[in-house]
């Protein structure tokens, strides 16, 4: 998993895209379509039914595949991006949270905090 993320955090979907493809095409595919479209309303629903498959079929194969639930692969990237956009410090937090796909700024802040283990804030801050 290490060579899943780098060492600023951001995650190397190229990765995700090596791994055993020849049958989870759907799953490089629901990949696409995540780092595509991770500013918009995304869920596994959406893009199954984009596929032509069940939920619960792509589901089970993001989490065989990646290791990880598509909801979890999702919040990652879209944080990995977020770190992006804040680094460049031209973005306040609410716009880095829109921008991402987050509806809910407090709901950002928390999947922030859960994964880089600080507040979108402190995080620009350096601390």
Not at 69 to 82: E, G, H, V
Not at 94 to 111: L, M, N, Q, R, W
């Amino acid at each position: 998993m290490e060579q899943a993320e780098s060492d600023a955090g951001v995650m190397n979907l190229e990765y995700y895209m090596q791994l055993d493809l020849s049958e989870n095409k759907y799953v490089s595919r629901a990949i696409e379509e995540i780092k595509s479209g991770y500013g918009d309303k995304l869920s596994v629903e959406s893009i199954s039914d984009k596929l032509g498959v069940s939920a619960s079929y792509l589901s089970r194969k993001f989490k065989e595949v990646t290791g990880q639930t598509f909801l979890d692969f999702l919040n990652k990237y879209r944080i990995s991006q977020a770190i992006v956009l804040l680094n460049t410090g031209q973005y306040r937090i609410g716009e880095v949270s829109d921008a991402t796909g987050f509806t809910d700024y407090k709901h950002f802040c928390a999947v922030f905090k859960k994964y880089t283990l600080k507040s979108p804030s402190k995080f620009m801050k350096g601390i």
